[in-house]
């Protein structure tokens, strides 16, 4: 296996770690949702992250500086899906998911935000990234019953 293969039979496992790091911040972070991102590279975490108080900065922003070069091949996991595009202008989780150069991003709900809303997901594909959509979505899912997005504009 290459440098960010994970068995699947790990994904579980690291998903959950996720949950439990977005499970800490709940009602901590404004109108954002709270979002745990792990990053595995060779069978271990190299880089975690959960949103920020107040909304900011993203938990994908966090590992990913946590995880630095050893990102690039990595496995993603991530609670909600990755925003496609951010009300503050700077670069999207998705987008800077692609820059790391993570090859696989695994993520256990979707996000019904204008700014994600499925938009992540292509963004991921379209740059070769492998997206795995819906493990241990039951689990994740009440992190975000409170969580209402705001339609864009």
Partial sequence: MGAGSSRPADDAVWMRRAIALAA?????????PSVGC???????AVGEGVTGGGGRPHAEEIALEAAGAAARGAVAYVTL???AQRSSGAASCAERLVAAGVARVV?????ASALAAGR??????????????????DEAAPLYAGYRPQPEG
């Fill in 24 to 32: 800490t911040h709940v009602g901590l972070t404004g109108d954002n």
């Fill in 107 to 111: 993520v256990a709900c979707e996000d």
């Fill in 81 to 83: 899906e990755p925003c």
């Fill in 120 to 137: 992540g997901a292509v963004r991921l594909r379209g740059a070769g990234v492998v997206f795995d959509l819906g493990l241990l979505a």
């Fill in 38 to 44: 792990v990053i595995v590279a060779d069978g271990r």
